[in-house]
């Protein structure tokens, strides 16, 4: 069964904005939330994270760029990006922290292309 659907990726020029959307099939109240991006030839990683009271966490190459949120009741985690830079050009996922554990399962993802 279906358990996180990633949306709102696509083709940005450099400095521009998307908002990603991770709507989950069960409750995330309890459970720390992450972003993850993996890009071409690369591993996944972990770009934030938000905790059950709403703390945030970003990896340094992110900072100051990309916002984390969570609605608990609508079970939906958001990601805003600003200032998109190539590099950033990776399909975007969600999922808990650990991840694999509450949610056995990655999403499709969602393609973020950042060119001119």
């Known amino acids: 069964q279906v358990q996180l659907v990633e949306s709102g990726g696509g083709l940005v020029q450099p400095g521009g904005s998307l908002r990603l959307s991770c709507a989950a099939s069960?409750?995330?109240?309890?459970?720390?939330m992450g972003w993850y991006r993996q890009a071409p030839g690369k591993e996944r990683e972990l770009v934030a994270r938000?905790?059950?009271?709403?703390?945030?966490d970003y990896a340094d190459s992110v900072k100051g760029r990309f916002t984390i949120s969570r609605d608990n009741a609508k079970r939906t985690v958001y990601l805003i990006i600003n200032t998109l830079q190539p590099e950033d050009t990776a399909v975007y996922y969600c999922?808990?922290?650990?991840?694999?554990?509450?949610?056995?399962?990655w999403g499709q993802g969602t393609q973020a292309t950042v060119s001119s």
């Open positions: 938000i905790g059950t009271a709403g703390s945030t």
């Open positions: 069960k409750s995330i109240s309890g459970y720390i």
């Open positions: 999922n808990a922290l650990p991840p694999e554990t509450y949610f056995r399962s």
